[in-house]
């Protein structure tokens, strides 16, 4: 059974050396795991959501026994970026925030909040992260700049395709493949009387 975010964080607290946080990170490897470790880590994450602990009613549920998990509400985490959905209201964006924490049970939720406000107090860094999940975390703007920089970069280099490139592919194909090509282009057969 796969043990719920709360029960990672403490196995990660019980961990003394990073060694042993890398190896609790990647045996509990889940996309809601690097969600919360990208909020609370990632510089370049921009979340619209307001700081603070908004209103909303917690429940009274055991750890792990609320309507939903962290587990299985990951996938929607993308709405609270407004790149990942530039089409939804702030206002909307907030109560899908604010239902969330209410399915959740009280420690899933705190744990949500703080990682939105990057408060989420781990004792990793960005290294160790990046070691269990590499390039999860960009570990300051600018190599999140340097990143894009070098993605133009790489685009601009790609060889274009010129006439000789193109001539050196003609003289590879044989004159046999260039008879059967020009035979089967363009017009129909005429029929034979």
């Not at 709360?6 to 003394?16: G, I």
């Not at 690097?34 to 700081?51: I, Q, V």
């Not at 044989?174 to 057969?189: H, L």
Request: charged share 35%; net charge positive; glycine share 4%.
């Amino acid at each position: 059974m796969r043990s719920s975010i709360p029960e990672v964080f403490e196995e990660l607290s019980k961990a003394k050396y990073n060694g042993d946080r890398v190896f609790v990170l990647r045996k509990h490897d889940s996309m809601a795991l690097r969600g919360l470790l990208r909020m609370n880590y990632d510089k370049s994450l921009n979340l619209t959501l307001p700081e603070g602990e908004p209103p909303y009613k917690k429940k009274n549920a055991p750890v792990g026994f609320g309507d939903a998990t962290l587990l299985t509400s990951a996938k929607s985490w993308y709405v609270f970026c407004k790149e990942s959905s530039p089409n939804l209201s702030q206002t909307k964006r907030e109560f899908m925030f604010i239902s969330l924490l209410e399915s959740l049970d009280y420690k899933e939720a705190e744990i949500l909040v703080l990682a939105k406000d990057r408060k989420l107090n781990l004792n990793l860094t960005t290294k160790v992260i990046n070691e269990a999940f590499p390039d999860l975390i960009k570990d300051s703007v600018l190599e999140f700049a340097q990143d894009s920089l070098n993605t133009d970069e790489e685009v601009k280099d790609k060889p274009k395709k010129t006439k000789v490139a193109s001539a050196k592919m003609e003289d590879s194909i044989t004159s046999d493949e260039k008879k059967a090509t020009k035979k089967s282009r363009g017009r129909p057969k005429k029929k034979s009387s």
